[in-house]
């Protein structure tokens, strides 16, 4: 079956405890991308990659990495979580130019809370 | 810069028409898509339109688009309890084909 994974699906944690959450896709998409939902602010881009080796900040990076080594492969850390990166976080994996724009596929979303 | 709008919440009768709209700014986007969010759950595409068509018509789903106002809309017939969700508008542009700009999100909630 094709489709998003991310892990955990919950977190708590306390501040300053560093965590990384995972993401592999299972289609061969070189573009995927993290997300991050909050009320009232929809979904805000904090990272992407367009392949391999190659990332690019969104619209909300600060206090995060990402590294791609593989294609399947988009993991999120976070160095020193602080409760404003409280969230529903969500992970998205697309193959630009083919099919339908750039049609995302999303994982099934890790609600992190930061104590 | 670029920028989708909609409104946050929407409280339909069960059976009746649903008209989630949306607005966004850059002129030269190409896909119009609009994502469903359901509890708990991720985004899944369900429906879109290009951006050299004025309407498109899937089933109970109506994508009405007005380029000249930059106005994108959703329409759900007979709307049911199963469609209660989070509605998002979104787009991609000529200028970014990879990135995808969302809209903050219509909360849909069905009234019996």
């Known amino acids: 079956e094709a489709q998003v994974t991310q892990n955990p699906r919950y977190l708590i944690t306390v501040t300053g405890k560093k965590l990384t959450v995972t993401c592999s896709q299972n289609?061969?998409?070189?573009?995927m991308s993290w997300y991050r939902q909050d009320p009232g602010l929809g979904l805000r881009q904090i990272y992407y990659s367009m392949n391999v080796e190659v990332t690019d900040k969104g619209d909300v990076p600060e206090g995060y990495k990402v590294s791609r080594k593989e294609k399947r492969n988009f993991p999120l850390i976070l160095e020193s979580p602080s409760p404003n990166q409280t969230s529903l976080y969500f992970c998205a994996s697309s193959s630009p130019g083919q099919g339908i724009g750039n049609e995302q596929f999303f994982g099934p979303g890790t609600r992190l809370t930061v104590l | 810069g670029e920028d989708v709008e909609q409104s946050l919440f929407l409280s339909v009768r069960e059976g009746d028409s649903s008209v989630i709209n949306c607005t966004y700014t850059d002129s030269s986007s190409t896909y119009l898509y609009w994502y469903k969010q359901e509890p708990g759950a991720g985004l899944q595409l369900l429906t879109y339109i290009f951006s050299n068509m004025d309407m498109k018509q899937d089933q109970r789903l109506t994508v009405l688009l007005n380029k000249k106002d930059k106005h994108l809309s959703l329409r759900i017939a007979d709307t049911q309890t199963g469609d209660s969700a989070i509605y998002f508008c979104a787009e991609t542009t000529y200028s970014s084909a990879s990135k995808i700009i969302f809209g903050s999100g219509t909360r849909l909630s069905i009234r019996p």
């Open positions: 289609m061969n998409h070189e573009y």
